[in-house]
């Protein structure tokens, strides 16, 4: 039981991983030294889901201390109170500002395509279809360096779009990445 529940914590956690160097722009970088890869895997689920995704991405050291970049997600669902399974995928695009060594500030846009069900009002009979939701993130996060060139990043962002109409329950979002 031990084993399932430490199983259990590690698989509901997001990691993303963020290619991060240092960009000294008086010694005029090239592109090709600018230019970061990452992406991130989430698994996780509940009393009644189950998901697993990836996002990866693609960055460009702007300064020294500015960062900005896109990337893909798709997220995997099966949701097993109603027997559905589900293919949400979207894009996103970031931007992170190092603020005071090892505080940063970060906005985000992501839009998911996802499946919206309901049931037809007064009947048992579930419908669905597909529909789009856009969010617009921002807030701040430090960064824990972990020898040289990596660190654990503790991020907290809030929806400043949030609504009722959200396929997500809150509007806040917490992310525990790893930058190498």
Do not use: C
Not at 9 to 24: H, I
Not at 90 to 114: E, M, S
Not at 136 to 146: C, D, E, K, N, R
């Amino acid at each position: 039981m031990k084993k399932l529940l430490i199983l259990g914590l590690f698989l509901t956690t997001a990691f993303v991983s963020y290619g991060q160097r240092e960009v000294f722009i008086d010694q005029n970088p090239s592109f090709k030294d600018r230019i970061f890869f990452g992406g991130g895997l989430n698994i996780g689920g509940g009393s009644d889901s189950f998901y697993i995704g990836a996002s990866p991405m693609v960055g460009y050291m702007l300064t020294q201390k500015w960062s900005a970049g896109v990337g893909v997600n798709y997220t995997y669902v099966n949701y097993s109170n109603i027997d559905q399974k589900d293919s949400q995928y979207g894009f996103l695009a970031f931007t992170r500002y190092n603020i005071y060594r090892q505080f940063f500030l970060q906005a985000q846009y992501d839009y998911i395509n996802y499946t919206r069900y309901y049931f037809v009002p007064g009947s048992s009979e579930l419908l669905d279809e597909r529909d789009g939701y856009s969010r617009v993130l921002a807030g701040g996060g430090i960064s824990q360096p972990l020898g040289a060139r990596g660190a654990i990043n503790l991020v907290a962002l809030y929806d400043l779009s949030h609504s009722s109409s959200s396929p997500y329950g809150s509007p806040w979002v917490f992310q525990i990445y790893f930058s190498f």
